[in-house]
């Protein structure tokens, strides 16, 4: 595939942030991870994502919080939150915030989890592409 897009994974389970890295990358996307918001934070901070991937419960800075800090950073990074709570409450409350989609853990099937990235990544270029046509129709 080789779309090379940038994805940073947020998970305070080693585990998981190790499995979605080796799917991921399988796939030909650049992975990252961070095992708490904190550090989430500042990786993004040092390199540009497509894509963030976090889990909304984690010590410290939850998921909902760290979707609203890379708000304020860029606004076109798209935000998918995974959850093992999967209450629709925390996840109504994901996409008021602005997350793009919500994957339940555990997960019963990689090809979900790689059809939400996929779609993430289109809708992250989409935005990015807009953002230069009207950039570019400012300085004219």
Same mark, same amino acid.
């Given at each position: 595939m080789g779309n090379k897009a940038r994805i940073l994974i947020v998970d305070d389970e080693p585990g998981m942030c190790e499995f979605l890295e080796y799917l991921l990358e399988g796939e030909g996307y650049e992975v990252s991870t961070a095992l708490s918001g904190a550090e989430g934070l500042l990786r993004l901070e040092e390199n540009g994502f497509a894509l963030v991937l976090a889990d909304i419960k984690m010590p410290g800075m939850d998921g909902i919080e760290l979707l609203r800090r890379v708000r304020e950073l860029d606004k076109n990074v798209v935000f998918v939150v995974m959850t093992a709570y999967a209450s629709m409450e925390t996840a109504i409350k994901a996409i008021?915030? !602005?997350?793009?989609? %919500?994957?339940?853990?555990?997960? #019963?099937?990689?090809?979900?989890?790689?059809?939400?990235?996929?779609? !993430?990544?289109?809708? %992250?270029?989409?935005?990015?592409? #807009?953002?230069?046509?009207?950039?570019k129709g400012a300085q004219s």
């Open positions: 008021k915030y !602005g997350a793009y989609d %919500y994957l339940g853990k555990p997960f #019963e099937d990689t090809d979900k989890i790689l059809a939400v990235i996929e779609r !993430g990544v289109a809708r %992250y270029q989409e935005l990015a592409a #807009e953002e230069r046509l009207v950039s």
